[in-house]
């Protein structure tokens, strides 16, 4: 689940913050969650409390009828990218208020859809996250942006 030979020291980090996450959320969170293991994503690089990069095979189960990834799906990416980074940011549970994704161009199966998110803003309630997705072949195939409600007690 936490592959990048080229990081180790960023993925140690990572590691360490999702476990220290764990332990304050407590055993009723599960980390990472059912949709994170479903589409069998991969941590590939963090940047502590300010970006995170994640891996989504392109698995036949993510296609659309004309046999490319569903945009659904690449939402969803997006999702199972900035929730964990948004908790590790804001060190607190926090909600999606809104997720709007632009796409770009398809996906197709047996590609990797690479996922990069980033921490643009960061207030006492809120917080702005933006992300771009990337084929094998590094070109640009989505770009998305949310905002999440940072949760108090």
């Known amino acids: 689940m936490i592959n990048d030979a ?8 990572l590691e360490s913050e999702l476990r220290h996450m764990q332990e ?14 479903h589409m069998q994503a991969v941590y590939a690089h963090y940047e502590s409390r300010s970006s995170l ?3 989504f095979p392109v698995r036949t189960e993510s296609l659309n009828p004309v046999g490319v990834m569903q945009g659904g799906y690449m939402s969803a990416a997006f999702d199972n990218v900035f929730g964990p980074l948004s908790y ?10 809104d997720l709007h994704t ?22 006492i309630s809120t917080m702005l996250l933006t992300g771009e997705a990337f084929n094998g072949r590094g070109k640009l195939v989505a770009s998305a942006s949310a905002n999440v409600l940072i949760m108090r007690g």
């Open 6 to 13: 080229g990081h180790p020291a960023a993925l140690e980090t």
């Open 24 to 37: 304050m959320f407590g055993p009723g969170v599960q980390s990472p969650p059912n949709c994170f293991l």
């Open 102 to 123: 632009q796409f770009v161009r398809s996906v197709k199966p047996g590609d990797t859809l690479t996922v990069k998110a980033t921490v643009v803003s960061r207030g």
């Open 53 to 55: 990069t994640v891996k």
């Open 88 to 97: 590790l940011a804001a060190r607190r549970p926090c909600s999606t208020l």
